[in-house]
């Protein structure tokens, strides 16, 4: 189990400075690899972007793909096939993106809202079938795509683990797996833990977000019971922090957690050592 912290688009930087200032920040403060929030990969300076993450001494570990929902409407589940193919072309950009960097393309919010298709039923069958084109793409190169299950009050399809589980393992893609985010777990499930047994062979990613979505700590997620959970489970992929609501510098928000991250594992670690001796 590796962490990595999550970054916007070096593009919304004022300058790229600032971006990989924030980079040396992150690997400072001990972190892996970084996650980056994209919204269209036509739009990314990779070579910049390499240069950047090689003087850094940083990894890539995922692409986020879901910003332009928000600002363009491109979703998975509404009856406009202009916006479901304008939406799918993107996703394929993001697989061919993912293999150049071997990185995690993360899939959640561009299912859309129940207001783009109030039947459900629709949505997600139109959503199964977009995405079974896309995982099929990603499978020949060698991508995964980490299907997350994103809150009610967020994503309008496929909110819990056992929705995500049950598309994921319907498709039966290699290149379509899942993930778990803490913040939508602390919502949308009512056991923090449990699931994550079930899911184990099909997880590949995991994002750590507190329940306030501030720095790890702020809330009341117990974050040393679910590290010591995801290693007893043999989970090897990154875990990504994502800190969104907080008036903190980025720089301070990456020390808090990785000292959160740090005291954790030692916790989870005693915990299961003790466990062993019984």
């Not at 875990?239 to 720089?251: E, F, M, P, Q, R």
């Not at 808090?256 to 740090?262: P, Q, V």
């Amino acid at each position: 189990m590796r962490f990595s912290y999550v970054l916007p688009d070096p593009g919304s930087y004022r300058r790229w400075d600032d971006f990989e200032s924030d980079l040396a920040c992150l690997k400072r403060a001990g972190y892996d690899a970084v996650e980056l929030q994209i919204a269209d990969p036509a739009q990314l300076d990779e070579a910049r972007l390499r240069r950047s993450l090689d003087a850094a001494g940083c990894l890539m570990c995922a692409f986020q793909t879901g910003g332009t929902y928000a600002t363009r409407g491109n979703c998975l589940s509404t009856a406009d096939e202009t916006i479901r193919a304008r939406t799918v072309e993107l996703l394929k950009r993001f697989v061919d993106l993912a293999a150049r960097w071997q990185a995690v393309m993360v899939f959640g919010s561009l299912q859309g809202r129940l207001k783009d298709e109030p039947d459900a039923k629709a949505g997600e069958r139109r959503i199964a079938e977009a995405l079974a084109e896309i995982g099929r793409q990603a499978t020949q190169e060698g991508v995964t795509i980490a299907v997350e299950p994103v809150n009610h009050s967020e994503v309008g399809f496929h909110n819990t683990i056992a929705a995500v589980s049950q598309l994921v393992r319907g498709l039966d893609l290699p290149g379509v797996r899942m993930m778990v985010d803490t913040y939508h777990m602390n919502i949308e499930e009512r056991d923090m833990l449990a699931p994550l047994a079930g899911i184990a062979d099909i997880l590949a990613h995991v994002h750590l977000c507190e329940t306030n979505r501030g720095v790890l700590g702020a809330g009341h997620w117990n974050t040393a019971a679910f590290l010591a959970e995801l290693r007893r489970l043999g989970f090897g992929g990154f875990c990504s922090i994502g800190v969104y609501n907080t008036a903190l510098g980025a720089g301070e928000c990456m020390t808090r957690c990785m000292a959160a991250l740090r005291s954790a594992h030692l916790t989870g670690e005693n915990r299961f050592r003790m466990k062993r001796s019984f």
